[in-house]
């Protein structure tokens, strides 16, 4: 039977998009996610129990999973979101992000190869990416596009990069039907707290040090993670197959801009002191290889699929810091010993450091 393959659809933007599109996709969707520490069920839990998706627990390290896998369904849409994901955590263990992120697309693409056996037509594998390929830019320099070669500076970048080539050479050489999509930092709800927004939410509320890398004058391109999604939609529909898509959000920042941001938020919903929370910023030793600046030239997503982001990030980040608010069993749940762990070898030397 036909159906779309939402891979990571337990994870942060993936289970964005299953969302989004589990109203109204056109064939049934299956999920398959490994629930490593940044998967989590419960954001998908009321689409599984209404029966709107089919769960599948799966690793996509493991090739015969996905041999299977493709063998029960005649999926028309891979949307690959499943990877590590987070820089950090590739500096202090690169090994899992070339099994999962290299090795794991490669096995995706020869399941789907093996089972589409060069019937292409109507098929689409959709691979999802990071402007981090393509390193870093200087205060000056014009931002990212489709053009800008790679040059990936951290673990996670250069195994994305490594997954961006396999896709390319896929298509290249077998007339694979795929796409790429190169997307700037997202944010939003469901996103796991170790990346910058949600850590510094939760930080702020709990009233825990907020540990700013460097100077926290490095500049990242915010994008609405509903955007990100609709971006999606709109490749999928419309999307040239083969063709690579750089999405961003048009929101250059820096981190003391956003952290501060939050922290006056935090402090008006809490009712403490106008910027109280402020008082909690550190500035901690950087994160090696640091990229300066990341920043995306969307034109070509906007020109020729008509799409554009319609949100602002300091105009969403009330209702964010609301979101946080109001799930703080979800956020209970996903804090497991995995993540207690993570921080303390993140943070607690850094913050020593400063204290
Ligand atoms: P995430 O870490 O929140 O989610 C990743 C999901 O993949 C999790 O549900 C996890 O359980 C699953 N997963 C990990 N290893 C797996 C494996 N071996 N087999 C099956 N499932 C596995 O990440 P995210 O932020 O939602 O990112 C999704 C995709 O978007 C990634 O490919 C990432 O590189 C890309 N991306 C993210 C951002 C961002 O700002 N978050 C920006 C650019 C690109
Ligand atoms: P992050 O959310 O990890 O995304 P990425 O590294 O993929 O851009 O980090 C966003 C920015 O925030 C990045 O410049 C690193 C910085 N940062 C901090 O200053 N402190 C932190 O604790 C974290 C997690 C990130």
Same mark, same amino acid.
């Given at each position: 039977?036909?159906?779309?393959? /939402?891979? @990571?659809?337990?994870? =942060?933007?993936?289970? +964005?998009? !299953?969302?989004?599109?589990?109203?109204? *996709?056109? #064939?049934?969707?299956?999920?398959?996610?490994?629930?490593?520490?940044?998967?989590?069920?419960?954001?998908?839990?009321?689409?599984?129990?209404?029966?709107?998706?089919?769960?599948?627990?799966?690793?996509?390290?493991?090739?015969?999973?996905?041999?299977?896998?493709?063998?029960?369904?005649?999926?028309?849409?891979?949307?690959?979101?499943?990877?590590?994901?987070?820089?950090?955590?590739? /500096?202090? @263990?690169?090994?899992? =992000?070339?099994?999962? +992120?290299? !090795?794991?697309?490669?096995?995706?693409? *020869?399941? #789907?190869?093996?089972?589409?056996?060069?019937?292409?037509?109507?098929?689409?594998?959709?691979?999802?990416?990071?402007?981090?390929?393509?390193?870093?830019?200087?205060?000056?320099?014009?931002?990212?596009?489709?053009?800008?070669?790679?040059?990936?500076?951290?673990?996670?970048?250069?195994?994305?990069?490594?997954?961006?080539?396999?896709?390319?050479?896929?298509?290249?050489?077998?007339?694979?039907?795929?796409?790429?999509?190169?997307?700037?930092? +997202?944010?939003?709800?469901?996103?796991?707290?170790?990346?910058?927004?949600?850590?510094?939410?939760?930080?702020?509320?709990?009233?825990?040090?907020?540990?700013?890398?460097?100077?926290?004058?490095?500049?990242?391109?915010?994008?609405?993670?509903?955007?990100?999604?609709?971006?999606?939609?709109?490749?999928?529909?419309?999307?040239?197959?083969?063709?690579?898509?750089?999405?961003?959000?048009?929101?250059?920042?820096?981190?003391?801009?956003?952290?501060?941001?939050?922290?006056?938020?935090?402090?008006?919903?809490?009712?403490?002191?106008?910027?109280?929370?402020?008082?909690?910023?550190?500035?901690?030793?950087?994160?090696?290889?640091?990229?300066?600046?990341?920043?995306?030239?969307?034109?070509?997503?906007?020109?020729?699929?008509?799409?554009?982001?319609?949100?602002?990030?300091?105009?969403?980040?009330?209702?964010?810091?609301?979101?946080?608010?109001?799930?703080?069993?979800?956020?209970?749940?996903?804090?497991?010993?995995?993540?207690?762990?993570?921080?303390?070898?993140?943070?607690?030397?850094?913050?020593?450091?400063?204290?």
């Amino acid at each position: 039977m036909s159906a779309w393959l /939402i891979t @990571g659809g337990a994870g =942060f933007i993936g289970s +964005n998009f !299953v969302r989004a599109v589990a109203a109204d *996709a056109p #064939a049934p969707i299956v999920v398959l996610d490994a629930l490593t520490y940044s998967g989590n069920l419960a954001s998908i839990a009321e689409l599984i129990e209404a029966r709107r998706i089919q769960f599948v627990h799966a690793d996509i390290r493991d090739p015969d999973t996905l041999t299977e896998l493709f063998a029960r369904h005649d999926f028309q849409r891979v949307v690959h979101f499943a990877a590590e994901s987070h820089v950090d955590r590739s /500096i202090l @263990g690169p090994r899992a =992000f070339v099994e999962t +992120n290299v !090795v794991g697309t490669l096995n995706l693409l *020869a399941a #789907a190869r093996d089972r589409w056996q060069g019937n292409f037509a109507q098929r689409l594998f959709l691979h999802i990416s990071t402007d981090e390929v393509f390193g870093t830019l200087a205060a000056t320099e014009p931002p990212f596009n489709e053009s800008t070669p790679y040059a990936p500076n951290s673990p996670y970048a250069a195994s994305k990069a490594a997954s961006d080539h396999l896709v390319r050479a896929w298509h290249h050489t077998y007339g694979f039907p795929a796409i790429i999509t190169n997307c700037s930092n +997202n944010y939003g709800p469901w996103q796991f707290p170790e990346k910058l927004i949600p850590l510094m939410i939760l930080n702020a509320i709990e009233g825990r040090e907020l540990p700013v890398y460097g100077d926290g004058l490095q500049v990242r391109d915010w994008l609405h993670v509903a955007d990100h999604c609709d971006a999606l939609r709109v490749v999928l529909e419309r999307g040239t197959v083969g063709a690579t898509y750089c999405i961003g959000g048009g929101q250059q920042h820096t981190n003391l801009q956003v952290v501060s941001s939050i922290c006056d938020l935090v402090s008006e919903r809490l009712g403490q002191a106008p910027r109280a929370a402020r008082r909690l910023i550190r500035h901690v030793e950087d994160r090696p290889g640091h990229d300066r600046r990341y920043a995306i030239d969307s034109g070509k997503v906007r020109r020729e699929l008509g799409w554009s982001p319609r949100f602002d990030l300091m105009a969403s980040l009330p209702e964010l810091v609301d979101w946080y608010l109001a799930h703080a069993d979800w956020v209970a749940g996903i804090r497991s010993g995995d993540y207690l762990r993570f921080y303390e070898q993140q943070y607690s030397h850094r913050l020593r450091k400063t204290s």
